[in-house]
């Protein structure tokens, strides 16, 4: 089975701007989980969703959003983009019968 | 609130010794503990894991030891190799989402 793929891998943005990730799971996985990995604060859980309904969130501002598409496709946006948004923001794709989270390889978003 | 405080940041092992990185946690309804591997570059990937209810895992060289009562565990690497050197985390996840929390990190390095 192919792992969990997201894009773009890179992208620069300046501060101001928005932007879109996406991240397709692993086939046959329903879960989509987002985190954020930052040297400073490590990695932390932004959302997940689960057949296209937003069921966790973590504590970021509203700027982070993020959504799913009936294929279990994710996209996360972010708006108003600042420095501190640096980041490599990594997808994860889980079955519901286990806790298993498989993560992708991430997206490296600079603001400038 | 670091709910999952794992250490060391980093260690030194020599080729064909044993690697231990610890964690402990607070919240006593985490019911899934992970550890994931990091190479540079990359997205976390799922190395092994554990439930309360069992004391010890063991998957090839890489074993969870788990004390429910002392609220800690441990990921212990024998034989470990050059390739092995990368950034370990531990994790935490309750039973009732799929919202991972992690320890800050452990960089491993295997001298030859």
């Known amino acids: 089975k192919a792992g969990v793929t997201q894009t773009p891998r890179y992208l620069i943005k300046t501060r101001g701007q928005q932007v879109t990730l996406s991240c397709s799971p692993i086939?046959?996985?329903?879960?989509v989980s987002w985190y954020q990995q930052t040297p400073g604060q490590g990695l932390q859980f932004l959302f997940e969703?689960?057949?296209?309904?937003?069921?966790n969130k973590g504590n970021f501002p509203g700027r982070f959003s993020g959504r799913q598409f009936s294929n279990s496709r994710s996209e996360m946006n972010v708006s108003t983009l600042e420095l501190g948004d640096s980041a490599l923001y990594l997808c994860a794709s889980s079955l519901l019968e286990t806790y298993e989270q498989y993560f992708g390889p991430g997206t490296r978003l600079t603001v400038t | 609130q670091q709910q999952v405080k794992q250490s060391p940041q980093s260690l030194i092992v020599q080729k064909g010794g044993i690697s231990i990185i610890n964690c402990a946690y607070e919240?006593?309804?985490?019911?899934?503990f992970p550890w994931y591997q990091q190479f540079p570059g990359k997205g976390p990937a799922l190395l092994i894991a554990?439930?309360?209810?069992?004391s010890e895992k063991k998957e090839g060289r890489f074993t969870i030891s788990f004390n429910k009562s002392a609220k800690q565990f441990s990921l212990h690497i024998m034989d470990s190799q050059p390739g092995d050197s990368a950034t370990y985390f531990c994790?935490?996840?309750?039973?009732?989402?799929?919202?991972?929390?992690f320890g800050k990190g452990t960089l491993l390095t295997v001298n030859p």
């Open positions: 994790a935490a996840l309750p039973g009732s989402n799929y919202k991972l929390t």
């Open positions: 919240n006593t309804a985490f019911d899934y």
């Open positions: 969703y689960f057949s296209e309904t937003q069921r």
């Open positions: 086939s046959g996985h329903r879960s």
């Open positions: 554990i439930r309360p209810d069992v």
